[in-house]
């Protein structure tokens, strides 16, 4: 009954591979978001998603692409991957207006 | 557009004794206040909530934090610190309208035995 999962947990690849990270919320919650922390545990809002629209796009490369085919759904998939791109990566959801629930991180390790 | 701003990037405390930890934030409209700690290699829980009601608000673990709006802060306390206390700590804030969450640098809590 997790409520906001994630997968992978880890994630170890090559530069230049394409991956993917998935996540699934089951609260009925109408937005999701994706997070990047740092190895200083800054964390940077990349995405927002409300009912399956984009409604905040961060100064992203355009390697990274979100895809929500539902409003339990945000995806993640990353292109051309690069050394910088190793973090961890918080997939979360919410009502509008009120706390983010988060699920348990994707660490990308970029070789 | 809202922010906050979290003082002291890195606490530590003994055992036993007080915690604080400092939240200012900047908000064009009423606040929704947000304290979420992780502790290591975990995601963000949250610890307390602030949505306009009683601008003392008690949370998990212990932990509480007052609204106060003539000084735009939002501090975390806890009156005696334990060794599991140990964490990162994150401030953050909205709106009622709002979609998106601005969250502070953090706060790393170190407690010593």
């Known amino acids: 009954d997790t409520a906001v999962s994630q997968t992978p947990k880890y994630l170890v690849t090559q530069m230049g591979n394409d991956k993917s990270i998935k996540c699934e919320q089951n609260l009925g919650h109408d937005t999701m978001y994706w997070y990047k922390q740092d190895s200083k545990k800054f964390l940077k809002i990349m995405f927002s998603y409300n009912n399956k629209e984009l409604i905040i796009n961060e100064t992203v490369p355009n390697r990274f692409s979100p895809k929500s085919p539902d409003k339990a759904h945000l995806n993640l998939h990353i292109n051309s991957l690069e050394l910088g791109d190793s973090a961890v990566y918080f997939c979360?959801?919410?009502?509008?207006?009120?706390?983010?629930?988060f699920g348990p991180g994707t660490r990308l390790t970029v070789l | 557009a809202q922010s906050v701003t979290q003082l002291g990037s890195h606490v530590s405390v003994s055992e036993g004794a007080l915690v604080l930890l400092r939240c200012n934030y900047s908000s064009s409209v009423p606040p929704y206040l947000f304290w979420y700690v992780q502790y290591p290699n975990q995601g963000l829980q949250l610890l307390l909530k602030y949505t306009s009601a009683a601008t003392l608000v008690k949370g998990i673990n212990g932990f509480e934090a007052e609204f106060k709006k003539s000084e735009t802060s939002f501090h975390l306390t806890k009156p005696s610190a334990h060794m599991s206390d140990a964490a990162e700590y994150f401030c953050a804030v909205t709106t009622n309208t709002g979609n998106q969450f601005y969250f502070g640098t953090g706060t790393s809590l170190t407690v010593i035995p």
């Open positions: 979360a959801s919410s009502p509008i207006g009120n706390e983010q629930f």
